[in-house]
Structure formats: C-alpha cells, structure tokens
C-alpha cells in the first residue's frame, strides 16, 4: 500500500472510531449542509466574520493572560509595555486583540443592520434576534471592562468615568458602581474584578449564548432577501455546500 | 367517558402508562421522588453559588476604616489660596490610591452658609469633578477650578459656575489639633453646601437628587478625634 493511502486510511479509522462512538456526524451534517434560501449574498457572512473575531478574541486572549499581570501597582502597566516591547510577536497579538476588539463591534453592527433591514428578525426568528441583543450587550460589557486592562492614564481615567456613568440610574446606581469597583473609590480590587469579568464570566456567558444562537439560525434557517418572491417554492430552494 | 376518567385518576402510575412504572407505585410516591431529587440539586448548585454571590457582592456593604492624616501646620494655609495637597485614600495602591484636595483657610466672610463646625475651620475642596469624576484644577488668575474632560467650572467655593457638573465639589473633613492640620475622609455638599454623605459623581444632591441616590453602606465615616496619628518625627531631633 502507498503511504499516502496508508495514511488517508488511518485518518478514516480513526474518525470513523469516534463517530461510532459519538454519532456526532449527522449533527454536523445537519449544521453545514443545510438548504439556503436563493439569492442569499455576502451580507449573510457577516454574522460568520463576527463568530471569527470572537474567536479571535477568544484565543488571542488566552496567550495574553498568559503575560498579564492584574497589579494596580503598577505592575499591569508594567506587564502590558513587557508584552508590546519584549514578547516576541506580543506587540502582534495585543494589536491582534485591541483592534479585534473594534472590528468586532462594527461587525456585530453590520450583521444586525443586514437582520433589521432584511426583515430577518421576525416569527420564527424573533428569540435570535433577542439572543443577539444579549450578545450586542456583552460584547458592550466586554470593550468596557478591557479597556482598563492596560492601565494606563486613559484606561484609568476612561474607567473612572464609565464607573461613574453607571452610578447616574436612580437608587440602584450607587449601588452599581460600588459593586464595579469593589467599594467606595478605586481600589486595588477593580483591577482584579474587571480582568476576572473580562477574562472569565463574561466569555463563558457569550459561548453559551453564541452556540444557542447558532442552534436556531440551524434550526430555524435562513431567511430569504426581502426581494424573493415565494412564488414558487420548489423552484426557490437549492442545495448549497456552505 | 366515566371509565376513562377513573382510569386517569387511578393513583398508580401503572394504571397511568407513565414511564418507568413498576408495580404499586403511586403518583405521590412519584411526585415526592421528583421534587425531592431537584430540591436535593438546587440545594447542592445554591451551595455554591449564593456564597459566590454574596463574595462578588460583599465589597457593597463593607465600611472602609479611614484614619485621619497630618496634611500640614496652620501656617501653611491663608483664606486666600489654595494649597494642593495628595492624600491616601486606598493604602498599598500607589498613585491609583491618592487624592488631590485643594485646601485653604476657612474665611468667615464667604464661607457662612451651609454645615458650620470644627470640622470646616479649613476648606478641603476634592479635586474630583461632580460631573463624572475627572480631576479639575485650580485656576488661579479666575479663582475657578476647571475640568478637563467635560468643561466643568466651579468657583472659589467650589460651587458650580458652569458647565454639566450637578452639584459642588466634594469636601474632606479637616481638623485643627496640636498645631497641626488633619484632613479625613470625604463628604458630599449640596448646592447650599449643606454636608451630605459622600455620593459618587453625577448625583445630584438638590430637590429629590439626595432620594434618588441614597447613602451608600460602604463609604467611610469620619473617624473619631482622639487616637490621631503623630506628626511626624523631626530628623536630626
């Protein structure tokens, strides 16, 4: 047997070890090679782009929490300058996650502009759209809570007025801002709680959310472009390999 | 009809086709089955997650002690000028924990309204902005303290003469003693410059402002006169 082949039948045994373990292929089957309206176009990838600067933002921020050091005393600061000036390619992956960052939020807008004026929004989609509003918010809570990780002067000063912001609702705002800072005025635990927020809680919270997400765009599929006509049902549908 | 009822209501979930039935079992027995398993699994996820919660919440309810700090001697202030002066109010953070207070001498002539005793026989304006928290500064040739950030103006009294900030600057506590000028924690003044609990920034004090944003639990008290720290040691004495 040629080696190739040798090594094309090892690979198949081995996934055809796990799917008879795990049936796990017809799930993905019914996720990637699912029926799509005619006349769908490049504003449909726009949710996909999201999906993948969250991915990136997911593991470009793994390998930074592996340098980041939460210190107010200076050692955040400290930690960030040794990332950009000593790691090699730190400068690359901090920029690949700071502007991921933004690239991310304009995404997400496009995305819902794309859902909001094509109508996509509505029976049976209407808890995706809610899951997606969730998911504009986290994204929202994820930018705050990052932009002090730096801790620099604008990071800080920014910090201190979002905070701030937050503390303007009636009677439950001071109570908001106590709990972002951890207490009364800027403590060495806003740090430590906003890099836990950013890092832990909030990520978690979005994966679920993204998989729920993706689940009901699978399940429900994908509306047409508001200019197909359902006239002729049968002739509207094709089989494409996405 | 009738028999399909009385089959319904049998009490044996044999009767019932409910799944995994097994012989003399009731819908009670059943019922007291499940709801004992799911409270048994609340009870075990509460476990861990209300003290989770109260641990992230705790820092809401907690006073923070303060202690009062020399910030210098009587001489060192005039009713006419401000004085910059650094104070710690988080210890161990470096300057992420230091707060600037422009402060002078109490001047009978102006500074009549408002909370008059010890406690303000030196006004210690805060230099963080009412408006959103930003750090004002004094200017000297306007008698005004300024904002950066949003354009908040303030007077020689710390009132608002302009700009978006809702209420004067914030105030510390100053004692006088053994020659020597102490200033304490902060407090927040209403646009009569009455002494209110400290609030953060962007919350108004007047009209229902002081209901709308209530005291908090966690901001420090003024603490007690007695015990005051030392002055510090003169080298070479």
């Avoid at chain 1, 921020?61 to 600061?77: I, Q, T």
């Avoid at chain 1, 995706?128 to 932009?147: E, H, P, Q, R, S």
């Avoid at chain 1, 508001?226 to 509207?236: K, S």
């Avoid at chain 2, 103006?153 to 209420?167: D, E, L, T, W």
Wanted: charged share 15%; aromatic share 12%; with cysteine.
């Amino acid at each position: 047997m040629h080696p190739v082949d040798a090594a094309v039948e090892g690979g198949l045994t081995v996934v055809d070890w796990i799917d008879e373990r795990t049936q796990l292929s017809p799930g993905l089957r019914w996720m990637l090679f699912r029926k799509v309206p005619k006349g769908i176009n490049w504003a449909y990838t726009l949710g996909s782009a999201t999906l993948f600067v969250f991915l990136n933002q997911a593991v470009t921020g793994v390998f930074l929490a592996m340098y980041y050091r939460p210190d107010v005393n200076g050692g955040a600061y400290e930690s960030i300058r040794n990332i950009n000036d000593n790691v090699f390619l730190g400068q690359f992956v901090h920029g690949m996650h700071k502007w991921g960052a933004s690239v991310m939020v304009v995404l997400i807008f496009l995305h819902m502009g794309r859902v909001f004026f094509f109508g996509a929004y509505k029976y049976p989609r209407e808890l995706t759209w809610i899951i997606g509003v969730v998911l504009l918010i986290l994204t929202m809570a994820m930018g705050f809570t990052g932009y002090l990780l730096p801790f620099d002067q604008r990071s800080y000063w920014a910090s201190i007025v979002g905070i701030n912001i937050n503390g303007t609702g009636p009677f439950i705002g001071p109570y908001l801002s106590d709990f972002l800072r951890g207490g009364p005025e800027f403590g060495a635990t806003t740090l430590s709680r906003f890099y836990a927020i950013h890092m832990m809680l909030i990520p978690g919270i979005m994966a679920a959310l993204i998989g729920f997400h993706l689940y009901l765009v699978t399940k429900l599929g994908i509306s047409a472009p508001p200019w197909i006509r359902a006239t002729q049902p049968a002739a509207l549908t094709e089989t494409v390999e996405v | 009809m009738p028999a399909d009822r009385h089959k319904k209501s049998s009490k044996y979930t044999i009767d019932r086709g409910m799944p995994g039935a097994f012989e003399g079992e009731t819908v009670t027995r059943r019922a007291f089955m499940n709801v004992t398993a799911q409270t048994a699994g609340g009870l075990a996820a509460a476990a861990f997650t209300l003290p989770a919660l109260a641990f992230a919440l705790g820092p809401i309810f907690k006073r923070v002690p303060f202690e009062w700090q020399i910030i210098g001697t009587p001489a060192d202030f005039t009713e006419t000028q401000y004085d910059a002066k650094v104070l710690t109010i988080v210890d161990g953070i470096g300057e992420a924990g230091k707060a600037l207070a422009y402060v002078r001498k109490r001047n009978p002539a102006i500074d009549n309204i408002g909370t008059q005793d010890k406690f303000n026989q030196y006004i210690a304006l805060s230099s963080r902005c009412a408006h959103l928290g930003c750090s004002v500064r004094y200017v000297e040739a306007a008698e005004r303290f300024v904002c950066p950030c949003h354009g908040g103006v303030y007077n020689f009294r710390g009132q608002v003469a302009g700009g978006p900030p809702v209420r004067p600057l914030d105030r510390f506590y100053t004692f006088e003693h053994d020659g020597y000028v102490y200033i304490g924690p902060r407090y927040s003044v209403n646009s009569e410059l009455q002494r209110f609990s400290p609030r953060d920034p962007a919350e108004p004090l007047d009209g229902i402002g002081q209901y709308l944003y209530p005291s908090r639990f966690d901001t420090s008290v003024r603490p007690p006169t007695n015990n005051l720290p030392l002055p510090p040691t003169i080298p070479g004495s």
